[in-house]
């Protein structure tokens, strides 16, 4: 260990947010992005894909002859809470007609509609120095469906997967996602 080790360890859960924004004198909206409680953790996956093109007589894996042929990323979150807009985005779903006053009906549609995307969906740890780390992926849609298991004695987790999509109008090279790495001048307060 050295005296940076602290500086470079992500500790706990993290929290989860929605539609993250960031304006000069204020800070990032984590207090209003907030998108629910979780339980167990989150799991984060940015993934290039490879392929390695093969030449006769190679029968190794030869440098130079690897092509980056894509990326994939994802958030795998288990939220404890299970509001009304997690549920309708894990539907693919839009509001319908009650006949009970007391409740919104959410039901499943055909189609997916720029609606269903959140605009980013941010994971903001922090390091052992209280030091935040950011990942913010653009264009997320929950992939997994909803999918509920209730226990006796259990909170009901639902683990939801929220995966980034390039714009339409983007070069469709790379994935909208930025890492927000805090640099060693970062006051460990900062950000809220």
Same mark, same amino acid.
């Given at each position: 260990? !050295?005296?940076?080790?602290?500086?470079?360890?992500?500790? #706990?859960?993290?929290?989860?947010?929605?539609?993250?924004?960031?304006?000069? #004198?204020?800070?990032?909206?984590?207090? +209003?992005?907030?998108?629910?409680?979780?339980?167990?953790?989150?799991?984060? %996956?940015?993934?290039?894909?490879?392929?390695?093109?093969?030449? $006769?007589?190679?029968?190794?894996? &030869?440098?130079?002859?690897?092509?980056?042929?894509?990326?994939?990323?994802?958030?795998?979150?288990?939220?404890?809470?299970?509001?009304?807009?997690?549920?309708?985005?894990?539907?693919?779903?839009?509001?319908?007609?009650?006949?009970?006053?007391?409740?919104?009906?959410?039901?499943?549609?055909?189609?997916?509609? $720029?609606? $269903?995307?959140?605009?980013?969906?941010?994971?903001?740890?922090?390091?052992?120095?209280?030091?935040?780390?950011?990942?913010?992926?653009?264009?997320?849609?929950?992939?997994?469906?909803?999918? %509920?298991? #209730?226990?006796?004695?259990?909170?009901?987790?639902?683990?939801?997967?929220? !995966?980034?999509?390039? +714009?339409? !109008? %983007? $070069?469709?090279?790379?994935?909208?996602?930025? &890492?927000?790495?805090?640099?060693?001048?970062?006051?460990? !307060?900062?950000?809220?």
């Amino acid at each position: 260990m !050295t005296a940076e080790t602290p500086k470079n360890i992500l500790f #706990g859960a993290g929290t989860i947010h929605k539609n993250v924004t960031y304006t000069t #004198g204020t800070g990032w909206n984590f207090e +209003d992005s907030i998108i629910g409680a979780t339980q167990g953790g989150s799991k984060l %996956s940015i993934v290039p894909s490879f392929v390695d093109v093969e030449a $006769d007589g190679a029968v190794v894996l &030869v440098k130079g002859l690897k092509v980056k042929t894509g990326e994939e990323a994802l958030m795998e979150i288990n939220f404890l809470e299970i509001n009304r807009d997690i549920m309708k985005h894990a539907l693919i779903g839009e509001e319908g007609t009650s006949e009970d006053p007391n409740f919104t009906v959410l039901q499943t549609k055909p189609d997916v509609t $720029d609606g $269903d995307y959140y605009d980013n969906v941010a994971f903001v740890g922090q390091t052992l120095d209280k030091r935040q780390i950011i990942v913010i992926m653009e264009n997320v849609l929950c992939t997994s469906g909803f999918e %509920s298991e #209730g226990k006796n004695k259990e909170a009901g987790v639902g683990k939801y997967t929220f !995966t980034s999509h390039a +714009d339409i !109008t %983007s $070069d469709l090279q790379t994935l909208p996602v930025k &890492v927000y790495y805090p640099k060693d001048t970062q006051a460990q !307060t900062q950000g809220n």
